[in-house]
């Protein structure tokens, strides 16, 4: 061989970056049911392309949603298996008029990719493809460790498909540890490691007061309104301090270690920056005795997403619409119990429900909170992979996102995951105008070819 | 002449059917921008109408919004000159899957006539076109008493264009009274004359938070969610019994006389049956201390009618959205003004908005309420003439709903106006499956000839 894995990713850049283009402009918006064969599409990409650099097994496997690629390398006796995990879908862009660019047409601006799924989480599992393909192109065909690759559709809605699969058929994935690249780093040019999440509940609230829409003229004043009793509902729900009032909501939470706090005092965050081009509101909210760290890492919250029915059009319609609903979900943090979260939920709404309403209290899906411990080689060999690319000592930072399929390679795998993700704070996840930082690829792709090759050599 | 007004219109009923159908195809709705042209569409249809019939001066009248259709007949020299009023907009069909038949195909079932616009106000208005067609018919081409027609295009937007005219022209619509049917009789078969209508102030409140767009795991918990804030105001706006709690806004109220209250009783009016059959819910709602009439004819309102923005598609998105509105309305009663309670309105949502937010709060439209005296030859000739078809007396109601135009006729023109509706309960203004029982249009019919040849005799 007469270059390195290194040497072939800094010389491919170019061909890597229009790939991942080709690969975005597929709108795999998972959620809505019009693009299930834009779904597909992203998924055939995806296997086609791990066919084509030499991955073995290649297949996309049905599930009863979107379907998963799998793909391994299984030829390094003695060595590590690491199972990669990424995912093709991506949210809705909705709303469409705050782009700069079209969300399926992938721009580059000032050293960014702009497009729905850039960054979260297209651009980042295909660091791993193409590290993987590096290291076959420098090492004859061969992987410095045993690979295998699952890469879902649905972690947008919920990831069910892959949850089912993983517990159903953990014998077929089994690996030492797992490597996700769907976080951020902490601030640019910082190497990150994220070592917690929140967990989730999303749910739905679905209030019926008349059996039809009525005309608020006519019956305005002894109609029940399904859109009052929601909001009298969720008012009760928080309060003005961010306090969340489910009676029981905070039991078996377990704090941050006060080394963990003492670190996260250490982290280079300013509150003002974090507002003014963050968040650019008029101020933070929230539970004020905790700081923005432990409120966005360590605490639950209760968000209201969108409330569907009733008009919405321009203009004036009276109408006292017969049904309403809110979409809510709740970040969890360890050891609250996504059931039990959403059971007492569920339990404090309907005791609340005003008079003339009936609610349906829906649990559309879950996952654990995770903290993971920091005492294994995966993660050493991560830091030292970090270090020679960022040339900077690696962060521990939790997230206040939820991975749920984290919480399932430990459960159903019993592996550690290595949570080293490259987006940065300002990638606008799931929000208009979402990208990927070009410089952050390339170094992706080159930290996770040192990463391997040092777990392949020890 | 050898056949009378009555005779003819009995003869032309299943015409004057087909017509009304006619027009109900045209989907005139008025607040949707995309249907400006059929809105235009059914003005040239009345227009045409009116002119087919033996009108004189017919014409449409520009406005800055849609178009007023105007025609007279004032060749009666000594005899009372009446204006006859109605509107040939509509509200939006929308939830279009809760039509048992397509809202724009009009369709006779049992009786009824269904389709939107059917019974507000297209059938109605229309009663007095074809009694003003059956008069000149059996008069040789000639009316009992001078009529000039006013219809208009926004009655459901505001009707900003005919209030502006009406200001604006007073001396081109000289009457002695105005007749409005857009209303519905308290029972089937009991004759109605609807003496008060609440006002009205239509608003939205738009909650402004960050900047864009946020995911709910990286921001949740230090972000404001403008949803939320609104849930926390809009609960604050009306408390659990159905008062209002805006400060002042009760002022000026003027409760109905004991004598009103005494007749109200009368009434044939089962709070079990008008729950079970007309509203359909587990439960009325409101201001218990009140009897049912009272809180829909003579206390105030506060409704929510949708709240936009965020996520409303199938499935889930975690966004804290970074706008969120809602479409509030308040129904007044008298003599509660207007601009005065949209003002201590949005003065008190402003002082109770929660932390990192902003509100706009937004007046779209507003119209005052209404109490008609009832000493007028115009009211007793109309009882007279109800008696003859309905063999029955009239009572004498209120409505909950508001018909700004009746305001505007007092104030500008200083007339009265005979509210004479042939609507029913259950026709589902405003709502999916509205409809128009057909006896009742063709009875009105024949009470507004009946009542033009009293007028006229007189």
Redesign the interface.
């Known amino acids: 061989m007469s270059i390195s894995a290194i040497q072939f990713a800094q010389q491919n850049r170019a061909r890597f970056l229009d790939e991942l283009k080709d690969l975005l402009h597929i709108p795999s918006i998972s959620?809505?049911?019009e693009h299930g064969e834009d779904v597909r599409r992203a998924a055939e990409f995806v296997a086609s392309e791990l066919r084509r650099i030499g991955m073995e097994n290649v297949q996309t496997i049905a599930t009863a949603g979107h379907p998963l690629v799998y793909a391994d390398w299984l030829h390094a006796p003695g060595k590590p298996t690491c199972l990669c995990y990424g995912h093709y879908d991506v949210?809705?862009p909705?709303?469409l008029e705050?782009w700069l660019s079209p969300p399926f047409e992938p721009t580059e601006r000032d050293g960014n990719l702009y497009a729905r799924g850039a960054v979260d989480d297209k651009g980042q599992m295909y660091i791993h493809i193409k590290a993987l393909e590096s290291l076959m192109q420098a090492h004859g065909g061969r992987l410095p460790l045993n690979v295998r690759v699952l890469i879902e559709g649905e972690e947008?809605?919920?990831g069910e498909g892959i949850a089912a699969y993983l517990r159903q058929h953990p014998e077929r994935l089994q690996s030492d540890f797992a490597l996700v690249s769907d976080t951020?780093m902490f601030a640019p040019g910082l190497p990150t490691l994220c070592v917690g999440l929140?967990g989730?509940i999303?749910t739905e609230i679905e209030a019926?007061?008349?059996?039809?829409?009525?005309?608020?003229?006519?019956?305005?004043?002894?109609?029940?309104?399904p859109?009052?009793a929601?909001?009298?509902m969720?008012?009760?729900l928080?309060d003005?301090h961010?306090r969340i009032l489910i009676p029981g909501f905070y039991d078996g939470l377990v704090a941050p270690s006060s080394a963990e706090l003492a670190t996260w005092k250490t982290l280079p965050f300013d509150e003002q920056q974090?507002l003014a081009h963050?968040?650019?509101?008029?101020?933070?909210?929230?539970?004020s005795e905790y700081s923005?760290l432990e409120?966005?890492w360590a605490?639950p919250?209760l968000?209201?997403?969108?409330?569907?029915?009733?008009?919405?059009?321009?203009?004036?319609?009276?109408?006292?619409?017969a049904r309403?609903v809110?979409?809510v979900?709740m970040?969890l943090v360890p050891e609250m119990q996504p059931q039990a979260s959403f059971d007492r939920y569920k339990k404090f709404v309907e005791s609340i429900c005003?008079?003339?309403?009936?609610v349906d209290v829906r649990l559309?899906?879950a996952g654990d909170p995770i903290v993971i411990r920091v005492d294994n080689p995966y993660i050493e060999a991560a830091t030292n992979a970090l270090r020679v690319v960022f040339g900077r000592e690696t962060v521990f930072v939790r997230?206040?996102?939820?991975i749920p399929i984290v919480g399932d390679f430990e459960r159903y795998l019993k592996i550690p995951t290595v949570m080293m993700g490259f987006g940065l704070?300002d990638d606008?996840?799931?929000?208009?105008?979402e990208k990927f930082h070009i410089a952050n690829f390339n170094r992706g792709i080159e930290t996770v070819i040192h990463f391997f090759e040092r777990l392949g050599a020890a």
């Open positions: 959620t809505l049911p949210q809705p909705d709303p705050e947008e809605v919920g951020e929140r989730m999303y019926r007061g008349a059996k039809s829409d009525l005309h608020s003229g006519m019956y305005g004043g002894a109609a029940p309104n859109f009052m929601l909001c009298q969720l008012a009760q928080k003005a961010g974090f963050e968040i650019g509101a008029i101020a933070l909210t929230g539970e923005v409120r966005l605490r919250t968000e209201i997403h969108g409330m569907p029915g009733g008009f919405i059009g321009a203009g004036a319609k009276t109408v006292i619409p309403a809110v979409k979900s970040r005003p008079v003339g309403i009936t559309i899906h997230s206040g996102g939820s704070p606008n996840l799931h929000a208009p105008n």
